[in-house]
């Protein structure tokens, strides 16, 4: 399996799920007749890389091109059909809906206040009168105060009787403000497990002054994260490092491997963290940039085992095909755009950034840096689109504050064993410091975020163009030696 027929499929499928979920069902005509330019081309190449009376360079050509054309037109309709968004469904007009039994799907997250939110899949709903009606669909809850500590305590898959009103917000179209929740039936045994495991974590780091930001590093919980902190790492530029993505599941799976290697070997090793992989996410929850991270390193695996190539550009894009057809609505959020866009500029614009300056700095130094202008170049255009604020601090904070960050979210697993409290306290305090300095430098306001993307593009381009002259350059070199 090569990379770029694979890489030209998650192009295709990105193209028009992206496009279809800006311009919705009207871009639909429009799409089918695309696709069906792409696949006539297609299948014109396969016709023509067949014909006697070609000669074998234009054989070779044709059968390139057609086998692209293939892969884009294959990534097209997948797009396609992931980007069918499934309406909720109520049975009764909003107005009249004051009560909801459904399943609630995720662990609900909890705000300063006392209140929180999740989201419920719908069984039926309730009307005046007592009007009952089949329901189907995700709605976002908001839960009173109250309820949140029992939400917790029984956790994901419990059955929910939920009574309140529907009302419209910015984010998203369909939104249930609950006054009161009845816990109607507990979750399944293997849920109360899980639940139990994050409750006991939460509870042995939650009451340290470190505890927050360890528990948002390691479960992805952020509720009794430091809120000066949390602005201290978006003002930095940082933001990235406290959303639970393949950095932080390297951490924890290299730990494990650091302890298997020897007695299991490679792939054993491996095997062993696919499966601690696959249950890491079941603790977790929903992360759409988790579930990126965990798809590449389960793909790596098998590749291991000889399954295909270890290229991780045919891993990305083996991933994203996989993750908008089994999970559609996640292509839609900001965590899983950011982080297929930032692991596309790594190992794209970044690694060709690296061998630019390779020899310039020192390698560790070079490394990093050209990691983080390849993540920030690639996500430029959507930070700004969705935030109008573009941080460049984060290119040269992140050189510190990252390798840091680490070192914390090691020392906070290490702590679940051994007492490190006062030594996680002083790397807190150093975090909290420079975070609080690199936030002191003003960001760039954006109004326009096309002239960013264009930028981006530019200067994409321009790093390429640089590479391939001073790739031609060592090429053109004389080779000498001494006698």
């Known amino acids: ?61 044709w059968r390139v091109i057609q086998v692209y054309s293939a892969a884009f037109s294959i990534g097209f309709s997948l797009g396609l059909a992931a980007g069918v968004s499934q309406p909720v469904r109520l049975g009764l007009p909003q107005a009249q ?5 459904g399943t609630l799907v995720n662990d609900p997250r909890a705000f300063q206040d006392g209140r929180g939110m999740g989201y419920l899949v719908l069984q039926n709903i309730r009307g005046p009168g ?19 500590p029992r939400l917790r305590e029984f956790g994901r898959a419990s059955e929910l009787f939920i009574e309140g009103f529907f009302f419209t917000s910015q984010d998203t179209d369909l939104v249930f403000r609950a006054a009161s929740v009845h816990i109607v039936k507990p979750a399944p045994a293997w849920e109360q497990f899980r639940t139990s495991i994050r409750m006991n974590l939460m509870a042995r780091l939650d009451h340290y002054p470190w505890g927050g930001l360890a528990l948002a590093l390691l479960l992805g919980v952020r509720d009794t994260l430091d809120t000066g902190l949390t602005q201290g790492y978006q003002q930095a530029g940082c933001s990235h490092v406290l959303a639970l993505s393949g950095m932080h599941l390297a951490i924890v799976s290299g730990v494990l491997a650091f302890f298997l290697r020897k007695p299991l070997g490679l792939k054993g090793a491996a095997l062993a963290g696919a499966v601690f992989v696959i249950g890491y996410i ?13 798809l590449m390193y389960l793909l790596g695996a098998l590749a291991l085992m000889g399954a295909w190539p270890r290229q991780p550009a045919l891993l990305l894009g083996m991933s994203f095909l996989i993750q908008i057809m089994v999970w ?43 990691a983080s202008l390849g993540a920030f ?15 460049p601090v984060g290119i040269i904070a992140g050189l510190l504050i990252v390798p840091l960050t680490t070192l914390f979210m090691v020392g906070a697993m290490v702590a679940l064993v051994v007492p490190i409290g006062m030594v996680l306290s002083l790397l807190y305090d150093v975090l909290e ?35 391939n002259r001073l790739r031609a350059l060592r090429n053109n070199l004389v080779p000498f030696s001494y006698y």
């Open 377 to 391: 170049i690639a996500t430029g255009a959507v930070v700004s689109w969705c935030f109008g604020m573009l941080r």
């Open 1 to 61: 399996m090569k990379p770029v027929p694979v890489v030209c499929t998650a192009l295709g499928a990105a193209i028009s799920y992206y496009a279809r979920a800006f311009l919705g069902d009207r871009c639909v005509p429009w799409f089918l007749g695309a696709l069906g330019v792409s696949v006539v081309w297609a299948s014109l190449t396969l016709v023509l890389a067949n014909a006697p009376w070609f000669f074998h360079a234009s054989v070779r050509l």
């Open 97 to 101: 809906v004051i009560g909801m039994y």
């Open 433 to 467: 410091g420079l975070v609080s300095l690199a936030g002191q430098v003003p960001g760039l306001p954006v109004s326009e975020p096309v002239w960013v993307l264009a930028a981006s593009l530019g200067i994409s381009i321009l790093i390429m163009v640089l590479n």
């Open 282 to 294: 079941y603790l977790i929850g929903d992360l759409p940039s988790l579930y990126r991270a965990a």
């Open 328 to 370: 559609p609505e996640s292509g839609h959020t900001i965590s899983f755009i950011l982080s297929y866009l930032a692991l596309w500029g790594i190992l794209c614009i970044g690694e060709t950034l690296y061998e630019l300056i390779r020899g310039k700095l020192p390698d560790v130094l070079a490394q990093g840096l050209s």
């Open 130 to 148: 007592g009007i009952r009606s089949t329901a189907r669909g995700k709605a976002l809850v908001f839960f009173p105060a109250g309820a949140i």
